[in-house]
Nanobody, 125 residues
């Protein structure tokens, strides 16, 4: 069983930065593909970024490429999402997710088995 807890959300002005953290408990974190997703009010959950167990293979949504960076520290069981150049359209609840059945960097939320509760990110104009 894997438990995920996100922190680091908050209110920031457009152009600002935030770093989200996702702390994981469980024996399989270091071998799990991890992802970040977000959901804005009235919208579907959407993929943001993902990386494999080593951190060497990553994928990003086009809307965040060049602004967001996903990384992980397997010694600390934490995955990060560094968000720079934030825009009002980035406002959403951000959740991290972990795979258990697969070992692929995926954009489809149905390929992830464990989810955190999320952290709110609000970007003001």
């Amino acid at each position: 069983q894997v438990q995920l807890v996100e922190t680091g959300g908050g209110l920031v002005q457009a152009g600002g930065s935030l770093r989200l953290s996702c702390a994981a408990t469980g024996p399989t974190f270091s071998t799990s593909t991890m992802g970040w997703f977000r959901q804005a009010p009235g919208k579907e959950r959407e993929f943001v970024a993902a990386l494999d167990w080593s951190g060497r293979t990553t994928d990003y949504a086009n809307s965040v490429k060049g602004r967001f960076t996903i990384s992980r520290d397997n010694a600390k069981n934490i995955v990060y999402l560094q968000m720079n150049g934030l825009k009002p359209e980035d406002t959403a609840i951000y959740s991290c997710a972990a795979q258990a059945r697969l070992r692929i960097v995926a954009t489809d939320p149905w390929k992830y088995d464990y989810w955190g509760r999320g952290t709110q990110v609000t970007v003001s104009p």
